[in-house]
């Protein structure tokens, strides 16, 4: 009763204007996620297991932060309306979940969904917002997945903003990361709203399929991809559109692996690996560990990439970086390897969106080839071999 008293208190006291909490996401949130590899089927041990392993294999120090915990977590509601975790998934109870990660020094997501139940049948926050926003700063949470199932007949602009209200009302700095699939267009409403929101469908571990199947297509990563032609003018610092989990290691080539994070860093993407980490190949780990990725996609200007040019076999992307530097990616979507000699100086590189541009003809770059190791200069041809399904990323750096 009391709990509930102060909640009313709470709910009372909350700022009219109430904002999103600033500074959580000056670059795209890194971390891991449950539902990937684990969906329902999830406890206390994985989420510690896992922890352990991000500060063992050195994710966290190649900058995973959060830890998060989808689906399925919840229990049942007290008489008063408060959420508990099942209690034989995680008998020590959040709080304590939440002190073991913040130990490791990272930090502890947790999952809900605008409507009465989630997406995999459990308590939503419909009718509870504020009291779940709350319960979640008490035990010490640090994001919030916020899904979409069950919505019938709610605005989405309205529920978003209650739960970005609650949490402000909660006091608790928590980043809100919407998961509304992009079917109200988020990106031109959730600015101050969420730090990141779903363009898309779920994805899928391929690299160019959709499973249309049920209610709930799933799609492979050039779909996604393909999805986010005209969205880049809302991504920016603090609020990010969001491509979905990682799916690396989880089944596609090492080629296609190398690809899909590749692109999710040009896109300027939250990078929430989705594979299970107290398991991985060593060559999993050399990807999503690669610095000079995670560097493209965590670069402070925050641009999204954007394609520049096509030359029927290999789209040409650019992401404007800060200090004048710049990342490049070739992609190769087709079953064909395709041997390259571009000139540098046959495209001007220009940006609307940030006024960045660069001429060949004026002024020479030398490139890394991040990947591959090589390395040259603007002033030549590139000549490369591209595989199929699979990208060459470089990263500019103004010769002067
Ligand atoms: C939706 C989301 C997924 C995942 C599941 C959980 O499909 O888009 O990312 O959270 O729900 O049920």
């Not at 408060?82 to 073991?100: C, N, Q, T, V």
């Not at 009302?169 to 409403?189: H, T």
């Not at 991809?225 to 969001?242: C, E, F, I, T």
Request: aromatic fraction near 10%.
């Amino acid at each position: 009763m009391k709990r509930l008293l102060m909640l009313l208190a709470l709910i009372a006291s909350a700022n009219v204007h109430a904002q999103k909490f600033d500074g959580l996401a000056d670059t795209p949130q890194m971390g891991w996620n449950s539902w990937n590899s684990f969906a329902c089927d999830i406890n206390e041990k994985l989420i510690r297991d896992t922890a352990d392993a991000m500060v063992r294999l050195g994710l966290k120090d190649a900058g995973y932060q959060y830890v998060n915990i989808d689906d399925c977590w919840h229990g049942k509601r007290d008489k008063d309306g408060f959420i508990h975790p099942d209690p034989e998934r995680f008998p020590s109870g959040m709080k304590a979940l939440a002190d073991y990660v913040h130990g490791k020094g990272l930090k502890l997501g947790i999952y809900s969904d605008a409507g009465a139940t989630t997406c995999g049948g459990k308590p939503g926050s419909r009718g509870h917002e504020y009291q779940d926003a709350k319960t979640y700063a008490d035990w010490g949470i640090d994001y919030i997945k916020y899904d979409w199932c069950d919505t019938k007949g709610l605005s989405a602009v309205g529920a978003y903003t209650t739960m970005r209200d609650a949490i402000r009302a909660a006091g608790r700095p928590m980043l809100f990361s919407m998961c509304e699939w992009g079917d109200n267009k988020p990106w031109e409403w959730a600015k101050d709203i969420g730090h990141s929101w779903r363009t898309t469908a779920d994805i899928y571990p391929c690299w160019n399929c959709d499973l249309n199947h049920d209610a709930f297509s799933r799609l492979g990563v050039l779909r996604i991809l393909d999805r986010q032609a005209g969205l880049r003018k809302y991504s920016g610092p603090g609020h990010w559109n969001d491509m979905d989990m990682l799916e690396v290691g989880m089944g596609m080539t090492e080629d296609e692996d190398r690809a899909h994070f590749a692109i999710w860093a040009m896109m300027a993407s939250p990078l929430i690996l989705g594979n299970d980490l107290r398991k991985m190949p060593e060559a999993t780990l050399r990807i999503l560990s690669n610095k000079d990725v995670i560097a493209i996609n965590q670069d402070k200007a925050g641009i999204q990439a954007w394609k520049f040019f096509d030359d029927g076999r290999l789209e040409y992307w650019a992401k404007p970086l800060a200090n004048n530097e710049w990342a490049v990616m070739i992609l190769n979507r087709g079953e064909q390897a395709v041997n390259l000699s571009y000139d540098w100086k046959a495209n001007l590189v220009s940006d609307e969106l940030s006024k960045r541009a660069v001429d060949f003809k004026q002024a020479t770059y030398a490139w890394r080839d991040i990947w591959g190791g090589k390395s040259g200069d603007t002033g030549r041809k590139l000549e490369a071999r591209v595989a199929p399904h699979s990208v060459l990323l470089l990263r500019l750096k103004n010769k002067g």
